[in-house]
T-cell receptor
Framework: NAGVTQTPKFRVLKTGQSMTLLCAQDMNHEYMYWYRQDPGMGLRLIHYSVGEGTTAKGEVPDGYNVSRLKKQNFLLGLESAAPSQTSVYFC????????????FGPGTRLTVT | SQKIEQNSEALNIQEGKTATLTCNYTNYSPAYLQWYRQDPGRGPVFLLLIRENEKEKRKERLKVTFDTTLKQSLFHITASQPADSATYLCALDMTIPGAGSYQLTFGKGTKLSVIP
């Protein structure tokens, strides 16, 4: 099993450009999450999904959109990138049962100039 | 609002000693708490979970305690090794009862360096 994979690993965008980050998991997990991690800020939840076709806002959702058309995939979109979105983005998944741990992908390092 | 603090950004310790990391929280009563390890350039990896009715949990050289009165968790690594050098994150359960949503809120982490 590959676990949680993320595409791409690195990306540089200019301000105003758009892009989509792809997360895929092969563990048949119900729940999926997108986090961003910034120095001194820790991991912050952007959006999450409790099942195929559902999404919900996390702590810092502004400037991002998500979609979960297939159970195994969770997409994070930036419609008009801003320098403040320079960060490392992590996707995670979990079974969604009480007390379940989260499995994280390797991360995507995004720089917006 | 809820707040979670890991008391040290960095902790240096001699090989063979016990490393103790602290996680404090306020304004919340989580049903459980988790600890993760993160190596540079990689995603966090789950280590241990402790529930609110458990005082202590062990896994090999790792031990976690949970004091709901003090609102504190301690994470211990005994007989520490250079390979234990990493950033350790604590995460609180932010489950919303009845909402069917299981979320975690993470601390900023403590970077542990084990010196040979």
């Amino acid at each position: 099993n590959a676990g949680v994979t993320q595409t791409p690993k690195f990306r540089v965008l200019k301000t105003g450009q758009s892009m989509t980050l792809l997360c895929a998991q092969d563990m048949n997990h119900e729940y999926m999450y997108w986090y961003r991690q910034d120095p001194g800020m820790g991991l912050r939840l952007i959006h999450y999904s409790v099942g195929e076709g559902t999404t919900a806002k996390g702590e810092v959702p502004d400037g991002y959109n998500v979609s979960r058309l297939k159970k195994q995939n969770f997409l994070l979109g930036l419609e008009s990138a801003a320098p403040s979105q320079t960060s490392v983005y992590f996707c995670a998944s979990s079974t969604g049962t009480p007390f379940s741990e989260q499995y994280f992908g390797p991360g995507t390092r995004l720089t917006v100039t | 609002s809820q707040k979670i603090e890991q008391n040290s950004e960095a902790l240096n310790i001699q090989e063979g000693k016990t490393a103790t990391l602290t996680c404090n929280y306020t304004n919340y009563s989580p049903a459980y708490l988790q600890w993760y390890r993160q190596d540079p350039g990689r995603g966090p990896v789950f280590l241990l979970l402790i529930r609110e009715n458990e005082k202590e949990k062990r896994k090999e050289r790792l031990k976690v305690t949970f004091d709901t009165t003090l609102k504190q968790s301690l994470f211990h690594i005994t007989a520490s090794q250079p390979a234990d050098s990493a950033t350790y994150l604590c995460a609180l359960d932010m489950t919303i009862p009845g909402a069917g949503s299981y979320q975690l809120t993470f601390g900023k982490g403590t970077k542990l360096s084990v010196i040979p």
